[in-house]
């Protein structure tokens, strides 16, 4: 049966009141029964993709392969995957499962049933010479179809094919103009039939039981809705109500009895239901992540109630698609719980004759909401449009923030309701990942708008939006400044950006971000062309915020010896670069520039240099714009000549100021700690092997741990991301492969 309009982001537990003296149990991994086999989980795609089919041996999934739909069936034993040329499939309940090349499988008029256990063959049915459709396989080589005959009425078939043949037999006691037929999987030899039959001028729907062997439907009951997701057993029937949502009903099929449940659902909030013997399963349709509407209605766990005694038990906290029906009295669903994780879920009866659930398949998608870490420059400037961020496992949840100034004890909190659909909630920036401005802090509280410098505390407390596992809580500081320089943020949006120019004189702007599952620079949005021409310059050097604050600006120095400065103003989403300013002339007596460090501690970048003889030259920031820096002074007599290149890095040793590395001719790389004066101490041997890079580039804190780290750049488009340590012994964590710059066109300056 089509569903229509579901994905619910569903929520906080709905309690139902199953009547006087019904109990409720959880039912995680209880022992299974003999007939059977738990193995481990096999993997399962981590989308959200639904089974077409599941066996006894394995299941069907739908795939994209060299960009045309087919389908896929691993196996429960080792989790191997063959794959199947087809678009569309269904199930019989058993290994044999049904694929076809048509739009649906209503549509695939020529379409195989392959039994996909171990040794099992192909059968292949056409059926446009008997003029009929597809509507359910039954065996391994017979389907119900229908058959449209010469005088134009439509009738039920069970079609077997032998030896290439089909022969048909008519299905008896099927009313005269039933249309839109469907049925189940067979089950100890019967499916149950649904169909539309119309009375004048309004339509009905009916329920009838075929007796296959017999080939023989008996109309059981007679509906005024369409009946959602109906299943049968020898003791009951089961369904939903498609068009009233959230009423489930159970018929007893020797009495006749029928009890229905109305859960008080919202129309487009529709259920999951299924039955197990005399157990009736039903629970909210939705997925671990929601709908990105941040939708908090009550939601229903995926439950089964005892027909007979009304006792209920918990089988998963979420479940969604459709209960297939399994081998051995055996179902399967799409779902999780906290306890097993994400997954497809067999749901079998227990040693004590009640319903559990085992995870057959998991996607290793955590279940609990987590929290995965903060995402705040260190040190916060407050005048910047870069938000404090932090990332959960996902998106559907209400945080609770509060944020307090430690020396005054003022404080700022508010709830942020998180989505992503539409236009999204201010509070939410993507990728699980949530935060606010200070503006918007400063625009609600008194503390935002009176803001000081100095160590705030944050804390949150996460509660899932629908009610799936514990609420999560977090806590942690950050220090706060004012008009703090960012050292390689052109956009100002808390990443670093990169500066590369092609072969062609083109110069582009790389926004990059830190990824913490790769634990390295990724590409954050499109390289953005800044324009062409820019080969008349020698060198292109970031060199932070010279005018005392906001996103970082550079200097590029032509072949005459000018450097001119590039002023940028970053919004947080975009860098506006001004027309170049002359600095000077006479800066080609220099061989090496570095800057963006801030080695004095006022706050301010300034600028290093070393001279064709081999000394080297500081640079004061003045913070002023027109003229961003003081009279050279010269900081290290001869010597330096030694190095190729020079990158000022911030403080990565942890001493008192910021810091410089340089590397020499045999491609070692030293250390030189600032001491907080402009100067630095003797140097110290960092390690070999840095001549395979043409570019080391000091990015500022690209991973938001109060250390600035290192980016590098080779000439075979190679490019890796160094961690800063804080420790002068060893500065930069194991080099990290990433992925900026590497699918592009060779670069020849990178900075």
Known sequence: MSRRGVSAAITTVLAVTLGAGASSVTAAAAPLPAAVTATAPVSYPASNDLPVAVGKTGFLLPARMDGKQVLQWTRFADGSVTTIDAPVGDSTGTDVVMTGRGTSPARSLVLQLRDMAPGGGTVTMDLRPINATYVKAVSKDTILAQVTKTDGTVELHLVTSTGGALTQRKVEGVPAGAQNIR?????????????????????ERELAMVDLAAAKAAPVHRLAYYPGQPAFSATHLVWEDDMARGKVYARDRATGAETMIDFGLDEDQGMVVGLLDSWQLYGTWGTLEGSGTGDSRPRVPFTAKSLASGETVQLLDYAYGYVQPGPDNTLYVRGG?????????????????????????????????????????????????????????????????????????????????????????????????????????????????????????????????????PAVEASGSFTAVKNASSPHDLDWDGGPDLLARDAQGVLWRVDTEYSTGTKTLTENYSTAQVGPGWGIYDRIETIGGVGGGGAADFVARDKNGYLWLYDVTGTGYAAKIAARKQIGGGWNTYTQLSGGADLTGDGRPDLVAVDKAGALWFYKGTGNVSAPFAARKKIGTGGWGIYNQITATGNIGGASGGDLIARDKDGVLWLYLGRGDGTFTARKQVGGGWGAYTDTIGIGDANHDGRPDLFAYGPDKTAYFYAGTGDYRKPFAPRVASAVLTDQPAYNHVS
């Open 337 to 469: 719980s906290v306890e097993q994780g994400d997954g497809l879920f067999r749901i079998s009866l227990g040693t004590d004759g009640k319903p559990v659930a085992q995870a057959v398949a998991v996607t290793g998608k955590p279940v609990a909401l987590g929290y995965l870490g903060a995402w705040i420059p260190q040190p916060f400037d407050l005048a910047s449009p870069i938000p404090l961020k932090w990332r959960l496992s996902r998106e559907n949840a209400d945080v609770d923030l509060r944020i307090t100034h430690r020396a005054t004890g003022k404080s700022f909190s508010k709830t942020l309701h998180l989505y992503s659909e539409s236009a999204g909630s201010e509070y939410y920036y993507g990728d699980n990942t949530f935060g606010i401005r200070w503006a918007q802090v400063a625009a609600e509280s008194q503390m935002g708008k009176d803001a000081e410098v100095g160590a705030y505390d944050w804390s949150f407390t996460a509660r899932p939006q629908n009610g799936v596992g």
């Open 183 to 203: 049925s189940t999987p067979a089950r100890d030899g019967s499916v149950l039939l649904s169909y539309t039959l119309q009375d004048g001028t309004s339509w």
